[in-house]
């Protein structure tokens, strides 16, 4: 697999500058005012949404537009956390710290944003109304063949490492791989650096048996932050039954999808196909060990022209990131009433009217990530944390 460089971050960037810059056709998939795709909702479900503390834990499109105004559809969408992807995929090192760095900037010069390290940070954020931040490296490699760097990284404020993005890497074997394998060595020992570190460990894009060597490697709950089922959509990219299970049995969880190929075999998926996902999954493993990953991605119809779009996904597939079978070409609609995450009330409403409780949502919607947070990441503002020695890991 082709590594993304620093020139080739920057051939990225420029291709993507434009930001939020609604095409000629978006009109053709807007939502009108009155509908509630899904519905209808309960007179109460924007209180409801309101209410809950929200996590998004798959966010890759502002890495690629670099326009800080994309934070504002989450804002908008009244998202309380998300995972922001800096790093992985065929970034290097020297792309994933420009993205940092430009991440640092805007959370420290805007006043709605604010970095999360802790569920007491995310709580504050939910209180005063911000955007809380934290960093999500979908696959490991900005670490090189350095796994130390993980102690680094976490110091930035990387809160989740993912263990591979598709392809074989010298940790783990993609999904999307030619060859199903495991684990290395070097594997096994990046996730027992990440558990001291404490960094979650995700196997979202992981091939199966590597996500299950990880699984049986970490001492922590294992978490896949965005796939869904194969056994609703037959994607390459989805993920087995099984192996939902054992993400669930590990503590973890697994973040429900909106990327349109993974939820459904039409162009556009509707607001039932979303649901659908959802409802299958949280059938499967219950709704303690289903969440949100909704991995709104650049490419996403109506984010840029139809000339940016086509350049970044040939740049995915030419790289070896992505496999066509797994990501046909763009232009993708996400989910209908859910195009843009500032309309994230909708999925709630359309979740009300298919029957789940406010305490169901609340652990789908936020409390499912905050439980892993917490005992992954600790209370740093905790006594035991000025006790405890930091262990030392194998070098």
């Not at 890497?169 to 993609?174: E, F, K, L, R, T």
């Not at 162009?267 to 499967?284: E, G, N, R, T």
């Not at 005992?375 to 905790?382: K, L, M, N, S």
Request: glycine share 10%.
């Amino acid at each position: 697999m082709k590594t993304i460089k620093r020139r080739d971050f920057g051939k990225m960037a420029g291709l993507s500058m434009a930001g939020l810059a609604m095409g000629p056709n978006m009109k053709a998939f807007a939502q009108d005012a009155g509908a509630q795709p899904g519905g209808p909702y309960p007179d109460n479900f924007r209180a409801v949404h309101d209410s809950m503390i929200k996590v998004d834990g798959a966010c890759p499109m502002i890495a690629q537009t670099l326009n800080p105004k994309d934070f504002n559809l989450w804002i908008d969408g009244g998202v309380n956390g998300m995972s922001l992807t800096v790093g992985g995929g065929n970034r290097d090192d020297q792309a994933t710290m420009q993205l940092v760095s430009w991440a640092a900037e805007q959370i420290m010069t805007r006043p709605d944003l604010m970095q999360v390290r802790s569920t007491e940070d995310l709580r504050t954020a939910k209180r005063e109304g911000k955007l809380g931040v934290f960093y999500h490296f979908q696959g490991p490699t900005p670490l090189g063949w350095d796994m130390e760097r993980v102690w680094f990284y976490k110091e930035l404020g990387l809160g989740i490492l993912q263990m591979a993005y598709n392809t074989r890497n010298p940790y783990a074997n993609g999904i999307t791989e030619r060859v199903d394998g495991g684990l290395s060595i070097m594997g096994q020992k990046l996730v027992k650096a990440c558990n001291e570190a404490r960094v979650i460990v995700d196997v979202s894009h992981t091939g199966q048996q590597s996500a299950l060597d990880t699984i049986d490697a970490s001492s922590e709950p294992v978490i896949m932050s965005h796939a869904n089922a194969k056994g609703q959509i037959d994607s390459p990219r989805n993920v087995s039954d099984d192996l939902i299970k054992a993400i669930a049995a590990s503590g973890g969880f697994v973040g429900a999808v909106a990327y349109p190929p993974f939820v459904s075999t039409n162009k556009q998926p509707s607001m039932d196909d979303m649901v659908a996902m959802i409802d299958y999954m949280v059938q499967l493993v219950g709704p303690d060990h289903v969440t949100m990953g909704l991995d709104y991605d650049a490419t996403t119809f109506g984010v840029m022209d139809e000339a940016k779009i086509e350049g970044i996904y040939k740049l995915m597939v030419d790289s070896g990131a992505w496999d066509p079978s797994a990501y046909p070409p763009p232009p993708y609609y996400y989910p209908e009433g859910m195009a843009l995450p500032n309309t994230l009330q909708n999925l709630t409403g359309a979740l009300m009217a298919r029957g789940y409780s406010e305490e169901d949502l609340a652990k789908i919607w936020g409390g499912n990530w905050m439980r892993v947070m917490d005992q992954v990441w600790g209370d740093p503002t905790a006594e035991e944390v000025n006790t405890v020695d930091v262990p030392v890991h194998e070098r």
